[in-house]
């Protein structure tokens, strides 16, 4: 057994490089995960900064100094953000609410076709099933209740934390373009000066990295505005709320477009129910859902991330459970950067006597 550990490392960490990359793996992986909720807004803020860099460079190219490009660039970011404050969250936060008051009514509907499942099918429903179905149903909701209103009682820190990330994330991102040169030319200063692995790992995640998480990005927005355009179309009710959601169920590969189809027929059916309007609408949705998967995936992320589908359902579980809803964005791209590690590890073939 000793024997076959020496080999291992003999290996693996014959080079020096090896070594300090492995401790740099370590310590980055040990930092972060300790200090997630306390890195978070950095973390964020050198992603937005990153993605932009690409624009700063282009205005710079135009004759632009980088600190006027960075202004740029920011007073975008803080015109996003105004407009998300402004006009989107108000018009969830109605849709939100109209929602649970129309839950009722779509209780008593949904109880009254449950009702009827006795009669239409003897041998495979009984009326003690049903009783125990809707029971459930009117638990679970009046728990969800109570964990919205402990939720909101409890989370005003939250609330006043989160405005005060909102402000410092501009002014991080501000400064993260502005100073880049500055900001890795101190952090090299840390690393020892033969970097060729690191090189080498960074030169295969630059490219790929950036292309995923700008590609998610749009496929985000398009998918969002073409199911907002169909929904309002087909005059289905809450179609800003409802085109929100499956706009972002495509950061969660696979399971995302099955879980987000749930609510999309249950309100069509509550509004519709069984008509041809129900069969029109879901028609029109499987086929966004088939051109963004069969067209859009495609053309955005070719070539960028080459993962098997069990790595990408690991990759969003594990990251997803340690940072949520940021950790099942960044699932994909730090499953690669593991995969550009594994790959790039330099190995020795050592005799061990």
Not at 258 to 272: D, G, K, R
């Amino acid at each position: 057994m000793i024997n076959i550990l020496k080999q291992w490392y003999l290996r693996h960490f014959t080079d020096p490089q090896t070594v300090i990359f492995a401790f740099i793996l370590i310590f980055g992986g040990l930092l972060v995960f300790v200090m997630n909720q306390h890195l978070l807004p950095i973390l964020v803020g050198i992603t937005i900064a990153y993605l932009n860099e690409a624009v700063v460079v282009w205005l710079s190219r135009i004759n632009l100094s980088r600190t006027v490009a960075a202004s740029i660039v920011t007073a975008l970011m803080l015109t996003v953000i105004l407009l998300v404050f402004f006009v989107l969250l108000p018009l969830l936060s109605k849709q939100v609410s109209d929602l649970f008051r129309e839950m009722p009514n779509m209780l008593a509907k949904g109880q009254q076709l449950l009702s009827q499942l006795p009669e239409q099918y003897p041998d495979y429903v009984s009326a003690r099933q049903v009783d125990e179905i809707l029971i459930l149903i009117r638990t679970e909701i009046t728990m969800l209740g109570q964990r919205v209103v402990s939720l909101s009682l409890s989370s005003v820190v939250g609330i006043i934390t989160f405005f005060v990330y909102l402000i410092l994330l501009p002014l991080m991102v501000f400064f993260f373009l502005k100073d880049k040169e500055i900001i890795i030319g101190w952090l090299a200063n840390f690393l020892p000066e033969e970097r060729r692995l690191l090189h080498q790992v960074w030169a295969e995640l630059d490219v790929k990295i950036a292309s995923y998480v700008r590609g998610k990005v749009i496929e985000v927005l398009i998918v969002w505005s073409a199911t907002y355009v169909a929904f309002v179309l087909m005059g289905l009710n809450y179609a800003m709320l409802l085109s929100l959601a499956v706009g972002l169920s495509v950061i969660i590969p696979y399971v995302g477009a099955t879980v987000v189809t749930i609510p999309v027929a249950l309100i069509a059916f509550f509004q519709w129910g069984f008509t041809s309007e129900f069969g029109y609408l879901m028609a029109i949705y499987a086929f966004i859902q088939f051109l963004d998967g069969n067209l859009l995936v495609p053309l955005l992320f070719s070539e960028v991330v080459n993962l098997h589908p069990v790595a990408i359902i690991v990759a969003v579980v594990f990251f997803g459970s340690v940072w949520g809803v940021w950790g099942v964005f960044f699932a994909i791209p730090l499953a690669t950067l593991i995969q550009a590690v594994i790959k790039a590890w330099p190995t020795s073939e050592v005799a061990v006597d």
